[in-house]
C-alpha cells in the first residue's frame, strides 16, 4: 500500500492492498495519510469477503502503519501474529502495479477535486482488475469478452 497521487485542489493518497500474487485486493483514495486513514483502510481491505487475515503485511516506511496495526490487533480486527514489515522495496508489487494507473493520470496534471480524482481512479482500478482476469466469467486475456461486458454495462454498442 502506498500514497501516489496529488491533486490540484489538495492532495489525495491512494492506498492499494495487492496479494503476492499481483492480484488487487481493494484500494482507498484519501485526503490524509495518517493513522486513522490507514486503520480505515486495513478494515475495508480485509472486509472483502475473497480476503483472509494475512501472516506479513508489507508496507513502506511511513510511521502511520504500526499504529494503525497495533490498534486492529489490540481491538482484534487483526490476526495478532500478522507480521507488519516496513521495508522501502519490499512493496515491489504495489509500485509496479501503480506504474499503469499514474501513467494514465500523469498527463492530465492530477485532479481537480476529490470526488473526480476518486471516480476516475475507481475506474481506473476496475479496468486493470479486468485485465488482470479477476473479474467473474471474463478471462485477463479475452478482449472480446472484456468489451462485451464493458458495452453491455453501460449499455452502448460494441
Known sequence: MRPTFGSRAAGTYLYRAVDSRGQTIDF?????????????????????????????ITVDKNPAYPCAVAAMKKDGELWRR????????????????????KRLIRPGLGFASFRTARRTL??????????????????????????IFVADLFQIAA
Open 28 to 56: 482507498l483514495l484519501s485526503a490524509k495519510r495518517n493513522a486513522a486513514a490507514a486503520k480505515r483502510f486495513f478494515r475495508k481491505a480485509l472486509g472483502q469477503p475473497h480476503t483472509v487475515n494475512p501472516r506479513t
Open 82 to 101: 500478522s507480521k507488519l514489515r516496513q521495508v522501502k522495496y519490499l512493496n515491489n508489487i504495489v509500485e509496479q502495479d501503480h506504474r499503469r494507473v
Open 122 to 147: 475507481a475506474g481506473c482500478e476496475v479496468m486493470a482488475m479486468m485485465r488482470k482476469g479477476q473479474v467473474r466469467k471474463i478471462g485477463g486475456c479475452d478482449m472480446r469478452a472484456q468489451v
